[in-house]
């Protein structure tokens, strides 16, 4: 099984920051198979990122995705105070698919 | 815009079999290039993929859930479900379904809103 670490934990920065997550997988992974979601309070888990870089269309420009190999970043270049949640990775490279244990952006 | 809707019994008794089902209306769910999904997570806790089934019934599961799980479609109604047996505290979750699309990409990029089971006596 892949475990994806995520870090940090929990993240504390101002609306108008930039923020950087980190998700890290105990073996290689294909960029073609990780993902990342955000989750608010409540809600279902909302698709940011798939192919480690690629955005939906409805998804801002803000949000970009990066890495490869065991290595993966999510960089939120400047935050609004909507993006203020839980975010996941997911990989899809090998059975289970497993989700790392989240990063909490939260409003310092 | 195709939508999925969970539906099920909220409470279960410990021991019992949990049975969900996921309705996908606006769309097909007879797509060659999606599987349908479960996922559930703990209250205040992570997600956990639990498997997932394409249209034509092929099944893929968590090896941790494997013993105890059973998704299944109905390409009739448009919906698939899942089962889980011998229910503990510890399956006390909201559970979603979702729908994972493949390809060059895989992702889950539609998701119901998920239900919340309880299993309690």
């Known amino acids: 099984e892949i475990v994806l670490t995520q870090s940090p934990g929990t993240l504390s920065l101002s609306p108008g920051e930039r923020a950087t997550l980190s998700c890290r997988a105990s073996?290689?992974?294909?960029?073609?198979?990780l993902a990342w979601y955000q989750q608010k309070p409540g809600q279902a888990p909302r698709l940011l990122i798939y192919?480690?870089?690629s955005r939906p269309t409805d998804i801002p420009d803000t949000f970009s995705g990066s890495g490869s190999g065991t290595d993966f970043t999510l960089t939120i270049s400047r935050l609004e105070p909507e993006d203020f949640a839980v975010y996941y990775c997911?990989?899809?490279?090998?059975?289970?698919?497993?989700f790392g244990q989240g990063t909490k952006l939260e409003i310092k | 815009q195709l939508q999925l809707q969970e539906s099920g019994p909220g409470l279960v008794k410990p021991s019992e079999t949990l049975s969900l089902t996921c309705t996908v209306s606006?769309?097909?769910?007879?797509?060659?290039?999606?599987?349908w999904g479960w996922i559930r997570q703990p209250p205040g806790k992570g997600l956990e993929w639990i498997g997932m089934?394409?249209?034509?019934?092929?099944?893929y599961y968590n090896p941790s859930l494997k013993s105890r799980v059973t998704i299944s479609v109905d390409t009739s109604k448009n919906q698939f479900s899942l089962n889980l047996s011998s229910v503990t505290a510890a399956d006390t979750a909201v559970y979603y379904c979702?729908?994972?699309?493949?390809?060059?990409?895989?992702?889950?990029?539609?998701w119901g809103r998920g239900t919340l089971v309880t299993v309690s006596s």
């Open positions: 192919g480690a870089s």
């Open positions: 073996q290689s992974i294909s960029s073609s198979y």
């Open positions: 089934i394409y249209y034509s019934g092929s099944t």
């Open positions: 997911q990989q899809y490279g090998s059975s289970p698919y497993t």
């Open positions: 606006g769309g097909s769910i007879s797509s060659s290039t999606h599987y």
């Open positions: 979702a729908r994972l699309t493949t390809g060059a990409y895989w992702y889950f990029d539609l």
